[in-house]
């Protein structure tokens, strides 16, 4: 279906990151955000608690960041679209009911402008380090969909992907910002409404009386009821059969829990999602993401200009990550070069990929700014050897 | 021979049960009295809402209530239901929890609904111990009660979490105990009916984990004991500090009126949008 024209501001515009990331969730129908003000996200909430009245969104400043995570699962159990907007220390308090919405199917955006940490860290500078937290933050076996915008316009754009990812997977979809693109201002266009291709809920069929809320039926993803329509349907974060009912038993932890990871896995090539180019007879390919992607571009053309075939690899959905065309690469390159602002996270997933084939590089950064393209030209250099 | 079938029996999911809950818990009093209220009230099951976090008495809505039970993360029960609420201002949003959940781990959110008065019934089963997890000291066990965690005496004073609601600015606070049980449907009643967050503290009794450490081995002691020391709130506004130790103050502490947190945001929903089309 087309976007509600209520929630989107079309136009051009000259908006940050978070600005923008703000306008995407608003045009991809979110109509009810929680938060809790948090350097460097808050202009998000700020954003949006200006804009919704005027679209009936409703949106409600939580008492902490648990709450809000909450709150976003609760009301989306009533069919409607929500969003919470936070930062390292405010994600890491999120992981409990990101595992909850895991479990309980339901989608459901979280954004993370990312800072440097660990814990308060750099509070009002950038970082990347929050990548495998995104992953593996909250306890137990899970999968999860995750996007990186590297732009402004980038981070309205995929607004409306991850919205309409975690509708069509009923899963958490986390957006990985960092504190650079939250906080640049560039321009940013808003298509008309007419041109945004939203996913609705996937509201059941059945009759009440006959529905149960996991039943999937040989499918992947089960149908959705919501909370007050009458089907007095129950749902838990506890080990559930197909009619939602908590059944200790390894057998069921089995079905339930594997589902939930086969629904991602089995469609990774339907989520996944990167830039690929000039990677044909290049001897070094470097993948990145969000903001370094485009300081990688600086360090590529330096390179490029010593005449050296170099590929790049952006990653635009970076969770789950692009396993087989990496491996793909592996056999045909010397080695990936991966620059991002922490000390080697996604570099794992890439150096596990290739599997020894090629190797893996890790260009570090700390946090609180962006690598020089120099260091990345040098690390080019090196690996090219 | 007839299948004896008890008349409030449609309001549970047979399939399941029997429940999870010890003999002697207090948990399937508080059932017995909810579905009595709504029974009573003539709410249709299908405009009730229930969320609920983790431990016993959580239990006594999810799974066995037949209506929606949305069963959450450990505290976080009333904050999930505040994001069910704006959305569906028009149900019954029922939290029903025990004294871990809702004062110890979700204190926090409960004040803030309280303060938000956001309309949510909420019934806070007090049984003085974490149940689930074998009897280990929880925010409102006495002081000097012996638990798993306090093995010589608990050194702690604990929180009067009803007074504590009020404080923050609830519509509507009560106490009663299972020995209550007319009193404490009469109450659930005018919670259900109210505008607001309503909030009805039920004292409760676990023999297994908590009594059997306290001298109070099973549900009739229990009975007993909250027979004899309860006070009615307005005797109890006549007796000192003192007079009052080791008593349970029944009945309703507090009633205010304050616009309901909803109806509120749709208020200013409204005006605004008056505002942009220029009426």
């Known amino acids: ?385 | 021979m007839r299948e004896y079938k008890h008349k409030l029996l449609g309001y549970l999911r047979r399939e399941i049960l029997p429940t999870t809950h010890c003999p002697g818990c207090g948990c399937g009093q508080v059932l017995n009295a909810f579905v009595n209220a709504i029974d009573d009230l003539e709410i249709d099951p299908k405009n009730i809402i229930s969320v609920t976090g983790i431990g016993c008495s959580s239990w006594i809505p999810s799974p066995y209530l037949k209506c929606d039970t949305l069963h959450t993360t450990h505290g976080r029960a009333v904050a999930f239901a505040t994001g069910v609420k704006v959305i569906r201002p028009q149900a019954n949003v029922v939290v029903i929890a025990g004294d871990g959940d809702l004062a110890g781990i979700g204190g926090n959110h409960l004040i803030h609904a309280a303060r938000r008065n956001v309309g949510l019934a909420v019934f806070l089963v007090n049984n003085y111990i974490y149940g689930m997890t074998g009897g280990q000291v929880s925010p409102t066990t006495p002081f000097g009660a012996v638990t798993t965690t306090t093995p010589y005496s608990n050194a702690e004073y604990p929180l009067n979490i009803a007074e504590v609601v009020a404080a923050a600015g609830a519509n509507y606070v009560a106490r009663w105990t299972t020995y209550h049980i007319r009193k404490l449907i009469a109450a659930m009643k005018e919670v259900l009916q109210k505008k607001g967050f309503s909030f009805i503290e039920i004292v409760s009794q676990c023999p297994v984990s908590y009594g059997r450490r306290v001298g109070l081995r099973d549900g009739v002691a229990f009975m007993e004991y909250f027979k004899k020391s309860s006070v009615g709130v307005g005797t109890a506004e006549n007796m000192s500090e003192e007079e009052l130790e080791g008593k349970i103050v029944v009945g309703k502490l507090v009633e205010r009126h304050r616009i309901e947190f909803t109806e509120s945001l749709r208020r200013i929903n409204e005006s605004c949008q008056k505002r942009a089309s220029g009426e």
Request: aromatic share 8%.
């Open chain 1, 1 to 385: 279906m087309k976007a509600d024209p209520a929630g989107v501001l079309t136009g051009a515009h000259y908006l940050d990151g978070d600005f923008a990331c703000g306008e995407g969730a608003m045009a991809a129908g979110c109509r009810f955000t929680a938060g809790y003000p948090i350097t460097p996200s808050t202009e998000v909430v700020e954003r949006i608690a200006r804009r919704f009245p005027t679209m009936g969104g409703l949106f409600i400043q939580m008492e902490d960041e648990m709450a809000s995570m909450a709150a976003i699962v609760g009301a989306s159990w009533t069919g409607t679209k929500t969003l919470t907007v936070t930062s390292g220390p405010g994600f890491s308090l999120m992981m409990e009911n990101i595992g909850l919405a895991v479990m309980m199917e339901t989608p459901c955006v979280v954004v993370n402008v990312q800072r440097g940490g660990p814990s308060t860290g750099l509070p009002t500078m950038t970082g990347q380090a929050d990548m495998m937290q995104a992953r593996w933050g909250s306890h137990g076996d899970y999968e999860i969909i995750a996007l990186s915008p590297q732009s402004p316009q980038e981070a309205f754009d995929l607004m409306i992907d991850a919205f309409n990812l975690a509708e069509l997977y009923r899963v958490p979809v986390l957006f990985m910002m960092d504190e650079c693109v939250g906080h640049m201002t560039e321009k940013v266009v808003i298509p008309p409404a007419e041109e945004i291709e939203i996913v609705p809920r996937t509201l059941t069929s059945v009759p009440p009386g006959e529905y149960w809320p996991y039943h999937v039926n040989g499918k992947y993803v089960p149908e959705f009821a919501r909370a007050g329509d009458g089907y007095r349907f129950h749902t838990t974060g506890l080990t559930h059969d197909e009619r939602g009912y908590p059944d200790m038993s390894a057998e069921c932890q089995e079905k339930c829990v594997h589902r939930l990871l086969e629904k991602i896995k089995n469609n990774a090539d339907k989520i996944v999602r990167f830039d690929e180019e000039q990677t044909d007879g290049a001897d070094v390919v470097v993948v990145s993401y969000g903001i370094t992607a485009r300081v990688a571009r600086m360090g590529v053309d330096l390179a490029r200009k010593k005449g050296l075939k170099v590929g790049i690899i952006r990653l635009i959905v970076v969770w789950p990550f692009p396993e087989k065309r990496i491996r793909e690469l592996a056999g045909n390159i010397k080695a990936f070069v991966v620059p991002e602002i922490n000390y080697g996270q996604m570099v794992l997933e890439v150096e596990r990929c290739a599997a020894g084939q090629a190797s893996a590089i890790c260009v570090p950064h700390g946090g609180g700014g962006v690598h020089d393209p120099n260091d990345i030209c040098e690390a080019i250099v090196r690996a090219a050897k």
